[in-house]
């Protein structure tokens, strides 16, 4: 309870440090991780927004697209390509980004070269690469720790500033089912709501417009589920995505869609980006921790809900990950 209680204090003072500094510096640049996610995207708005709320000059910038699914939260123009920033700034926060590598190869190189580097996040494995640290794992979302940092930052929440926080807890949790929904979470969502938040708006925005591709896309590879003892795996190849005319974030919740099923330890995706470029989505639906298995091949991520990319062909990729997931439990 103890070390506890000096843990919660010592984060607050980090927490307190950070907002003073955004207080105090002007140019303010903002950075996401590739293949950006619902609290990836939902945070950096919130912050960005909050801060320029504070008369901050600030760049939002992200490696790769949008995916579709999240278009909604973004104005036009408010979220910028990596490659198309050229100013220099007095900070750098990399949001949601367990490891530096995660910023893309531009946003890493953007992130290096400023005065001062902050990084926000909540995956366990990260190595605290900034200057400044604020890691939490006991957030369920990056979003949690941003809504804290806002109130901190003496501003109030409202529609513009609770539509991405929301959204950052509610696609981070798999809509509140996921094992890190706690009470706190709950509770910012429900304070979020109270802020302008539309729970129906945003899930219908984030489920229910997908295309017909979407759906031929998961039947191809349902229909080819494999099991192995008690691990469930299943593969997209690029050639797929591309004839569907679908982009690469599609079909993302594949793996929370194979986690459903009975009796399975971990289930997996395997999606190629391009030749020889494969995603590898792990979720665990028991002990096993596949944020183990994820940094084996240099990735990471959370015990239940972790990543790697492998640089082979697809077979190869699924083989090597298979041989390995036996190793670890
Ligand atoms: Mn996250």
Known sequence: MKSRKKRAVRMMAIRSEIASLLLK???ILLLCHVTPDG???????????????????????????????LKFLPQE????????????????????SADS????????????????????????SNPNYGAINYVDPKRSA????????????????????????????????GGFRFSNTTAQTLEKAAKLVKAGANPAFIS???????????FKL????????????????????????????LDFGAAEELSTYMKMMANIEIAIVFKEKEKNLVKVSLRSQSSYNVATLAEKFGGGGHPKA???????PLNTAINQVLAKAKEVS
């Open 306 to 312: 972790a990543g790697c990319v492998i640089e082979a």
């Open 25 to 27: 510096k002007k140019r």
């Open 101 to 124: 590598n995660r910023l893309g190869d531009k946003g890493l190189e953007l992130f290096k070269t400023q005065d001062l580097t902050i990084n926000i996040d909540h995956h366990s």
């Open 77 to 96: 123009g408010e979220l910028i390509k990596t490659e198309d920033v050229t100013q220099s700034f007095d900070i750098a926060i990399a949001i949601d």
């Open 142 to 173: 990056t979003g949690e720790i941003i809504m804290d940092l806002i109130l901190d930052l003496g501003l109030k929440l409202d529609e513009k500033l609770s539509e991405p926080l929301y959204t950052a807890l509610f696609t981070d949790t």
């Open 204 to 214: 219908s925005e984030i489920h229910e417009h997908k295309s017909p591709g979407y």
């Open 39 to 69: 609290d990836c995207i939902g945070s950096l708005l919130a912050l960005g927004r909050a801060l320029k709320r504070l008369d901050k000059e600030v760049i939002m910038a992200c490696e790769d697209d949008i995916p579709s699914f």
């Open 218 to 245: 998961l039947a191809l590879a349902f229909n080819r589920i494999t099991l192995v003892e008690k691990i469930c795996y299943t593969w997209i190849s690029f050639k797929e995505v591309e004839d569907l005319g």
